[in-house]
């Protein structure tokens, strides 16, 4: 992994105070929801993104696609949401496949398409300790919520090979393995979300050994230093997880929909589920509101060509659900980009959606609205 820590500035639009001056999202006042700002990235997808706590910063991975004959990389770009300046960081040998930060800000994770996991402390992007490359990819990173852990999962259906682990969990301060779930044949990492604590992590993983269709959740838990199978997935691949410490509830991506549990709870057997797609719809990304009891899934939508040829899936969905009733508050078209990826920033102000167009799209209630 390499990456090149002078900031390179490459564009700048300015919306005004159409970013500055906005209202924190919430049930009472969705309906007033608009897309305030773009930044879009010709030739490429959005593959993830995530905002970094306490001030304007998006983080957004590229997945570009250039060159004769095609080359593909992916590139980290920083963000500031007030100003839309774009500002690049990383060269494109960095092959950036996921990324984190810790909940107060002070810690940036970012792992690249070998397994290698570099955590940065964001004062000065200065590197602090890297793990050596497992040889799958990274799919998901999690901080623990006092920042001593970082969870990641590894592999990918279709472009996983040799490697030696689905799941990990390093220890910080030390760089030591804490705990470790076996790759294998079939075998790989999805979502990953600590519980609220210090004291545990979920994982989910595909293991055809387990469950020939389906995908599990696994809890490991510190005082014991194992994982159990905490419940089945009704999908063959869960590469999101969420875990709201306000409710204790567990939100995991489904086949149709987004379900709701409570681990820890009598409520637990309980199965409620949000954004039940329609027909040429497929859930693609999820994002929890930090303060509003707000969930806001995004889809894929199937359009029909002009020509009548096969269906276009370009084409995009955001849903917004009170997660205390389950109802829909509002939706948002995406007509010319379907949804990989969604994030709220800190304070409620913004969610970001990312695109199958390369587009990070802005989402805001401005002031006086």
Do not use: C
Not at 245 to 272: K, Q, W
Not at 294 to 310: C, H, N, V
């Amino acid at each position: 992994m390499k990456i090149a820590l002078l900031i390179t500035l490459i564009a700048g639009l300015s919306f005004g105070n159409a970013l500055q001056n906005l209202r924190e999202i919430g049930v009472n006042n969705i309906s007033q929801i608009v897309e305030i700002g773009q930044i879009v990235y010709p030739d490429s997808r959005i593959w993830d993104m995530a905002f970094q706590a306490e001030n304007s910063v998006l983080v957004a991975i590229v997945d570009y696609i250039s060159g004769s004959p095609p080359v593909r990389y992916y590139d980290v770009s920083f963000v500031n949401t007030e100003s839309l300046e774009i500002m690049v960081k990383t060269e494109e040998v960095l092959q950036a496949t996921a990324i984190a930060f810790s909940d107060d800000g002070s810690l940036m994770a970012i792992g690249d398409w070998q397994g290698e996991i570099a955590i940065f402390a964001t004062e000065d992007y200065r590197l602090i300790v890297s793990f050596p490359p497992v040889g799958l990819v990274v799919t998901n990173l999690a901080f623990s919520p006092d920042h001593s852990l970082i969870g990641a999962t590894f592999g990918n259906p279709v472009l996983s090979g040799e490697g030696e682990y689905a799941f990990q969990l390093w220890a910080l301060t030390s760089g030591e393995l804490v705990f470790s779930s076996p790759f294998g044949d079939g075998v790989y990492g999805g979502g990953v979300t600590f519980d609220g604590t210090n004291e545990g992590v979920f994982f989910s993983i595909t293991d055809p050994t387990i469950t020939v269709e389906n995908s599990v959740i696994q809890a490991w838990n510190a005082a014991t230093g194992q994982a159990n199978i905490t419940l089945y997935e009704a999908r063959a691949f869960s590469d999101e997880l969420i875990f709201d410490p306000r409710t204790s509830a567990l939100f995991y991506m489904g086949e149709e929909s987004v379900h709701v549990t409570y681990p820890f709870t009598s409520e637990s057997n309980s199965d409620i589920q949000l954004g039940n797609q329609q027909e040429g719809e497929y859930i693609t990304s999820m994002a929890l509101h930090p303060n509003e009891p707000l969930l806001a899934i995004g889809f894929q939508k199937e359009t029909p060509r002009l020509d009548g040829g096969t269906l276009a899936t370009n084409a995009g969905i955001i849903r917004l659900y009170n997660t205390q009733t389950s109802e829909e508050l509002i939706t948002l078209e995406v007509p010319e980009g379907a949804i990989t990826n969604l994030a709220f920033n800190s304070e409620g102000t913004l969610l970001a959606s990312g695109g199958m167009d390369g587009t990070v799209r802005l989402w805001g209630v401005p002031a006086g609205e």
